[in-house]
Structure formats: structure tokens, C-alpha cells
């Protein structure tokens, strides 16, 4: 079994902690592992969540550096054999895509594990003032995040226009009532969410650079993929909902309903790192907790009080 804790997990740990304490709260987390038989990774989405907010004028730094001490303490695994750290990680979606749909790693993966450097290096001996030598990579990384939710914000944007005429209007729903209907109707149905599914193997076949075409194979893996991965692709209701009700604030990709662009991610990472049936995923998202449910995998999602209590903490 992996355990997946989510960016807030991280924050909340190492919250009402000194620097000094984040060393043995990991080491206490890693045994009870051990006791419980159990295993955890390294999460790139989360990592460079908590890395975005080391900017030297963000005012969560400090707490957001503790988190990061914490993830990377907790994650890496040492070899008293061989004296050397290792570990899994659990890469994001478009690391994911390219491999569930042809097992190949595709061009990102190097980058990404950069990610894993940049995390040692910025927490070396848990010493704050390292963020200072690499704010160039820390701008870098927040713009990444920013571009991966825009994939998702354009593809929502064009099915906007497309509605309107070639106008863009995110109150379209609001003002068509037929439409909106129509709109919370499919996504009651799942028809949304198989929508979105095709859009995501659409996305594998792009970043390849392979052509895709509507195959009875293609049609056998898609179901799967969808199956497989279904809570993290039912995620996205959070966004189509707002859509639907015409919610402004909707517009400007920072607003933080986009962060669950990012959950979504971090969800594919544990669910394809670990398979559905041998995970446990860490979260205060009530939505994520819905969606597990939905799928019979309740016992495989836990909120903070409920991991602290399972590690005796």
C-alpha cells in the first residue's frame, strides 16, 4: 500500500512546528510505516506547489518551506547497505499520459525530475536563506503551474466560443438556460466526464506526436483509462461547475478554483503509481473524498485526523 499526502497535508504537519522538529516528525512517519507495511514516494505535483510560494516576497514562505523540508524528509528512503536515499515519486499527468497509453516516457519526464533536484538542493540542511540562490528556478517552476492549468483554462475557452459564435462570454451558461440544463445534465449522466477522458487521450496522442483516430482499440483502451482513472477525471466538476453557473471569477486562470488542475494531477500520480486498489490518498478535499467514494474506494482515501490517528501521531 502507498500513502499519498496532498500539498495541504504537508503545510498542515508542519504548520505549528519548528524547522527543528520536521527531521524527527519525518523519521516518526517513516517507521510507522515501516510497523504498517507500508510505503509512500516522492509527489512532483505537490513539490512544486509548496516550491511556487518560496519566492522571497510570498508571504507563505516559511510555511510552505517547512512543508517542503517535511515531503522530502518523509519521501526519501535510505539504504544503510549501499549509504545512499532513494525513492519512488509520483509523476504528474503529463508524464502519466504517454506512458499509460504507449509505455513510453515521453519528452517531459526529464524535466520533471528536476523538480527532484531542485527540492534537495532548496532544502539542504533546512536552511531558508538556500531559496535565495535559486529564485530564477522558483519563478520558473510557478509559471509551470500556471501553464498547466491554461491547458485546461484554453481547451475551455475555445468550448466557450464555440457555443457563442466565436465570442467569448463565461457567463454563457447564466444566460442560456436551455444550455445550462443541458450543461449540469451530462455531467450528472458522466457524459462530461467521458468527454474529458477522450480530450485526455487526445492530449497522449499530441504529446507523442501521433495521430489519433476513433479505433475499436483506441475505444477498449479509452474505457479502461476512464475506469481507471476516474475519480481524478470526475474532479474536473469542480471547474464545469462554476462554468455552468456562470461564475466570473472563473475568467482569471489564478483564481484558486484552477488549483484543481493541479489536484487532478497529483490524483493521477497516485492512482497510476500505485494502481487503485493499493493506494491511500491523504486530503481535506471533500470532493475528493466524494469521488473515492462513488467508486467503492472509501477505505482508500483519508482525511488528516484519520492518518494522524492511523500513525500515532
Known amino acids: 500500500m502507498k500513502y499519498f499526502l496532498d500539498t495541504n497535508i504537508y503545510r498542515n504537519l508542519s504548520r505549528d512546528i519548528s524547522l527543528h522538529e520536521v527531521q524527527p516528525l519525518a523519521e516518526k512517519i517513516q517507521n510507522q510505516e515501516l510497523k504498517l507495511g507500508v510505503t ?13 510560494h518560496l519566492e522571497k516576497t510570498d508571504p507563505e514562505r516559511e510555511e510552505c518551506f517547512k512543508a517542503l523540508c517535511l515531503l522530502f524528509d518523509h519521501s526519501k528512503k535510505y539504504n544503510a547497505k549501499k549509504n545512499t536515499f532513494h525513492g519512488a515519486f509520483f509523476p504528474p499527468l503529463n508524464v502519466i499520459l504517454p506512458k499509460y497509453f504507449f509505455n513510453e516516457n515521453g519528452p517531459f519526464l526529464d524535466a520533471y525530475k528536476i523538480i527532484i533536484q531542485l527540492t534537495k538542493a532548496l532544502t539542504e540542511n533546512h536552511d531558508i536563506n538556500n531559496i535565495y540562490q535559486f529564485q530564477n ?8 503551474n500556471i501553464f498547466e492549468k491554461k491547458e485546461l ?21 447564466s444566460k442560456n438556460k436551455t444550455d445550462r440544463k443541458s450543461w449540469f445534465r451530462e455531467m ?40 481507471d482513472f476516474f475519480p481524478a477525471i470526475a474532479m474536473t466538476s469542480i471547474i464545469l461547475e462554476q462554468i455552468g453557473h456562470g461564475t466570473i471569477a472563473i475568467s482569471n486562470v489564478s483564481d484558486h478554483r484552477w488549483n484543481t488542475v493541479l489536484d487532478i494531477s497529483m490524483m493521477f500520480g497516485a492512482i497510476f503509481n500505485s494502481q487503485r486498489d493499493n493506494i491511500v490518498f491523504v486530503t481535506e478535499e471533500k470532493k475528493m473524498h466524494m469521488f473515492f ?17 492511523r500513525f500515532s501521531m
Request: hydrophobic share 40%; proline share 1%; glycine share 6%.
Open 40 to 52: 509512500s514516494g516522492f509527489p512532483i505535483v505537490v513539490a512544486m506547489e509548496l516550491i511556487q
Open 137 to 144: 528556478e522558483i519563478k520558473a517552476v510557478r509559471e509551470q
Open 153 to 173: 483554462y484554453d481547451n475551455i475557452i475555445d468550448y466557450l466560443k464555440n457555443l457563442n459564435g466565436g465570442v467569448l462570454d463565461w457567463q454563457y451558461f
Open 188 to 227: 450528472q449522466t458522466g457524459k462530461s466526464f467521458a468527454f474529458l477522458a477522450e480530450g485526455l487521450m487526445i492530449r497522449a496522442y499530441g504529446i507523442m506526436n501521433k495521430k489519433y483516430e476513433r479505433t475499436d482499440e483506441n475505444y477498449a483502451l479509452f474505457y479502461k483509462f476512464h475506469n
Open 293 to 309: 467514494k462513488m467508486n467503492n474506494m472509501q477505505d482508500q482515501i483519508l482525511k488528516l485526523d484519520e492518518f494522524q490517528k
